[in-house]
């Protein structure tokens, strides 16, 4: 694992999804107040971009912008069908204003 | 514990053998599957494999050591010759035998034979050495192809040709392609979004033959094609289930909630499965859909290792067609009366099969938002009247939570 820096936190608007590529690994970055989550932008069901769907605040889940389930940012655990598996989580932590991953 | 033979390698069998393994089934795991390729996810072959955008690694999963990893015993290339259900045995074309405590049929579906003539000249796409021969003729410039059969795969394939600079030209008997799955109102709108997008479908044509030079038409029209496809059906496979005496119902086999045949240690899971489902009027359903599938095999794992699961879940599938997404949660009928809420020239919209007053079952394309509200109306137990439903300022997601 390595740590890498993927921006600082003003650079990330309030439940917004983002595409971030960090040491070769595509990520979907949501950040929900002085929190950011990141999970793999790979949808594992089929081929789509998790950070084009929506996030579901309430369920602090990413939705999948084709067939509609929704991962939960912190366990990566889909919520419904089609998608069977859970999408990778990675550990964000934040320090001052500087957001890092683990990847 | 013993010995679990899984007949069948596709999305059921797969994710039944991972399953036992992740649940603590600490026997041994015999899958055996007739294609050389490792496991692999089927939707992306008439999509994504055949125009060549697929990501291999993402397709054919899990990665090919898991199995040796998890203990799992894969015989690729490998059948299920014969099966003796007093003896528990079956005898493997591999020439080994095994003696099985748990047994379960995965077989999926063979695809259709008709006495069409010239019909073996056509390409299929229901294994992926197929969807590579047809991938390895599209990469060598623009084609045209004539698909005979106007179903999810046959569109599908059209859509993703047309979207790579081929042409396509779809060939359906019926009047509508997709009437079946669908019903013929909303089958009409489907057609006519994969039309606004280029692919040409000839719909309630009779195919003659299938030529050198293309396809033959009743009537003798001939409609030219570098490339004929036929996608024009599959049936399940039964054979093994018939010669160990489980009960056959509806077209497949029969089985109770937890996917258990009426042959006690025989299990039935994925496209051959008549299942009970609490989402529909039917006794029992067969449904040939991705998501179904792996949930049978993960059910029937939890089965066999533990006693307990039953298969209870909404069903859903999808389609992709080009940059369309269809995506159908419930259980639609052909008949049932459509109630839309949307836009169907986008399309942004959704249709909601309503039997009896209630909603059955939901199409929808282009609108995620009514699509989520959807799944949670159905796991709320909520049903809002029709007039709700098409109105599109209402939250459904909302009137779920409201219960």
């Not at chain 2, 898991?66 to 059948?79: H, K, N, W």
């Not at chain 2, 399309?347 to 079952?361: E, H, K, L, W």
Request: charged share 25%; proline share 6%; glycine share 10%.
């Amino acid at each position: 694992m390595a740590q890498v820096s993927i921006g600082s936190l003003g650079d990330f608007a309030d439940g917004e999804l983002t595409r971030v590529e960090a040491d070769g690994t595509a990520l979907c970055v949501v950040r929900v107040g002085d929190r950011v989550h990141a999970i793999c932008d790979d949808c594992p069901h089929a081929e789509a971009s998790l950070s084009e769907g929506d996030f579901l605040a309430d369920d602090m889940a990413v939705e999948c912008p084709l067939h509609g389930s929704a991962f939960n940012v912190e366990t990566g655990e889909p919520d419904c069908p089609p998608a069977t598996e859970a999408v990778r989580v990675y550990p964000v932590t934040v320090e001052g204003d500087d957001v890092l991953v683990d990847v | 514990m013993g010995i679990a033979l899984i007949a069948g390698a596709g999305m059921a069998g797969r994710a039944c053998a991972l399953t036992l393994r992740r649940v603590g089934w600490d026997g041994e795991i015999v899958l055996v599957g007739d294609e050389v390729t490792h496991p692999y996810d089927r939707p992306p072959l008439s999509k994504s494999v055949i125009v060549g955008t697929a990501d291999m690694d993402k397709v054919v999963k899990p990665a090919p050591e898991t199995y040796a990893q998890d203990r799992i015993d894969l015989r690729l290339g490998t059948r299920v010759e014969a099966v003796d259900a007093a003896a528990r045995t079956a005898a493997l074309s591999d020439g080994t035998s095994v003696a099985w405590d748990a047994f379960v049929l995965a077989t999926g579906c063979a695809p259709r034979q008709l006495p069409i003539p010239g019909l073996e000249r056509a390409h299929r796409i229901t294994r992926m050495d197929e969807a590579l021969a047809l991938q390895a003729l599209l990469a060598q410039g623009p084609q045209r192809l004539a698909i005979i059969g106007g179903g999810f795969i046959g569109m599908e394939a059209a859509t993703a040709a047309v979207a790579h600079g081929h042409t396509a030209t779809v060939l359906e008997a019926a009047p509508e392609p997709m009437a079946r799955p669908l019903g013929r109102e909303v089958a009409a709108h489907v057609l006519r979004w994969a039309q606004a997008r280029g692919v040409d479908v000839r719909a309630g044509v009779a195919v003659e033959s299938v030529a050198e030079a293309g396809v033959v038409l009743a009537g003798g029209e001939e409609v030219p094609a570098d490339i004929v496809i036929a996608a024009v059906g599959q049936a399940p496979r039964l054979e093994l289930a018939e010669a160990l005496g489980c009960e056959i119902a509806d077209g497949g086999v029969r089985v109770d909630a937890g996917l258990c045949t009426s042959v006690e240690g025989v299990w039935a899971i994925g496209d051959i499965a008549a299942f009970p489902s609490p989402w529909a009027d039917e006794e029992r359903i067969r449904v040939e859909h991705a998501a179904v599938a792996i949930g049978h095999g993960q059910v029937a794992a939890e089965r066999i290792a533990l006693g307990e699961g039953l298969y209870e879940d909404l069903p859903t599938f999808w389609s992709d067609q080009g940059d369309l997404t269809l995506n159908v949660v419930g259980v639609p009928r052909p008949d049932d009366e459509i109630v839309w809420r949307g836009d169907t020239e986008t399309p942004a919209c959704t249709a909601f099969y309503v039997r009896d007053g209630r909603m059955r079952a939901a199409m929808s394309v282009g609108d995620m938002k009514t699509l989520r509200g959807v799944r949670k109306l159905f796991a709320a137990g909520v049903e809002p009247p029709p007039a709700v439903l098409a109105d599109p300022d209402t939250d459904l997601a909302a009137l779920a939570a409201a219960g």
